[in-house]
Nanobody, 125 residues
Framework: QLQLVESGGGLVPAGGSLRLSCAAS????????MGWFRQPPGNEREFVAA????????GYANSVKGRFTISRDNAKNTVYLQMNSLKPEDTAVYYC??????????????????WGQGTQVTVSS
């Protein structure tokens, strides 16, 4: 079992930065691959970034590559999403998700078993 709680969302002007955090409960956090997804208003949930459980390999959506960085601290049971050079089109509810022993970068929501409640990110133009 994995419980996830996101934080760090807010309102930021275009070009600004935010760091999202996702705190996980459970002793086996290190065995979970973690992902960040987002759901813009009126749209489906989409993949943003992921990090696998073993060697820390990462993957990104093309729309955020070079601007966002995913990382994890297993000692703190936390995964982060550093977001730089934010654009109005990054506005969405951001969710973190976990998939047990995900060794490859998985971009589909159906492969993630555990989800947080989401945190709102709003980028003003």
């Amino acid at each position: 079992q994995l419980q996830l709680v996101e934080s760090g969302g807010g309102l930021v002007p275009a070009g600004g930065s935010l760091r999202l955090s996702c705190a996980a409960s459970g002793r086996t956090f290190s065995t979970y691959g973690m992902g960040w997804f987002r759901q813009p208003p009126g749209n489906e949930r989409e993949f943003v970034a992921a990090i696998n459980w073993s060697v820390g390999s990462t993957g990104y959506a093309n729309s955020v590559k070079g601007r966002f960085t995913i990382s994890r601290d297993n000692a703190k049971n936390t995964v982060y999403l550093q977001m730089n050079s934010l654009k109005p089109e990054d506005t969405a509810v951001y969710y973190c998700a976990g998939a047990e022993k995900m060794s490859e970068i998985v971009t589909s929501t159906i492969h993630y078993n555990y989800w947080g409640q989401g945190t709102q990110v709003t980028v003003s133009s």
